[in-house]
């Protein structure tokens, strides 16, 4: 969050959901509230339903399951980056 809050705009921000101090869903929805309107996929490890609509709700975009195979990773994080391609279908 503080590089958004001192003017830097990341290309695409990826996020572990169970951090310490601040967690991926209190992250998530600062940077929305800071005007980042950029990508935000989320790392977790707890794949029900109704945390990937909590994960939509605080702002990301896209989620992966851990553990993370480099391949997904790399296709979704392509697919967030391309232009006006955002909260479609993802390989999982």
Do not use: I
């Amino acid at each position: 969050c503080s590089q958004v809050e001192s003017g830097l705009r990341p290309d695409l921000v990826v996020l572990d959901m169970q951090m310490p101090v601040m967690d991926g869903f209190e992250t998530a929805t600062r940077l929305r509230a800071m005007g980042y309107e950029g990508p935000v996929l989320a790392l977790t490890a707890n794949v029900l339903p109704e945390t990937r609509e909590r994960f939509m709700a605080a702002g990301c975009d896209d989620f992966l399951a851990k553990p993370v195979r480099v391949q997904q990773l790399l296709a979704v994080c392509e697919r967030l980056l391309s232009p006006g391609s955002r909260s479609d279908e993802s390989p999982r």
